[in-house]
């Protein structure tokens, strides 16, 4: 179904190997070799494979709703309609993939240059996404008798 869009991820493929001057390959070793020397490139290879990933799951979904289409008549049931809502959602995820990368390879793109940007990236960097240290146990405490939690 997806033939002329699925040219997105070449496209974007294209243009990074153009930025950095090596294959996708290439770069996903470098990447991995020395995952903080380009943070940068390991953003991009990161949302790069999610791409690819998602580009996939499109066109398994596409073709499982292909297949089903071709055995159906001409009234649509639950289930097909399911693998029809399951095209949209890969569509979506795909597509909004792609809007990252493409985000990630413009150096002048909106919200990359002010100063909120350049804090909120040094931050990300720096903080973990969440806490590492073991929560505190507290002591579970009951509601005083007579009295109900809810009113």
Do not use: C, Y
């Not at 190997?17 to 995952?35: G, I, K, N």
Request: charged fraction near 30%.
């Amino acid at each position: 179904m997806s033939d002329g869009i699925e040219d997105i991820v070449s496209v974007l493929t294209e243009q990074i190997e153009r930025r950095f001057e090596m294959s996708m390959d290439e770069l996903a070793a470098a990447v991995a070799a020395a995952p903080d020397a380009n943070p940068e490139a390991a953003d991009i290879v990161k949302w790069h494979g999610l791409l690819t990933e998602s580009q996939a799951a499109l066109r398994r979904a596409e073709d499982d709703l292909l297949a089903v289409l071709e055995t159906q008549p001409s009234e649509l049931d639950g289930p097909t309609m399911d693998l029809a809502h399951r095209v949209n959602a890969a569509v979506t995820a795909r597509d909004g993939r792609a809007l990252v990368v493409r985000w990630l390879l413009d150096p002048h793109a909106p919200g990359k240059k002010d100063l909120a940007a350049e804090r909120l990236g040094r931050r990300i960097r720096r903080d973990p996404a969440v806490p590492t240290s073991t929560p505190v146990a507290r002591p579970m405490t009951a509601p005083a008798t007579g009295r109900g939690v809810l009113r």
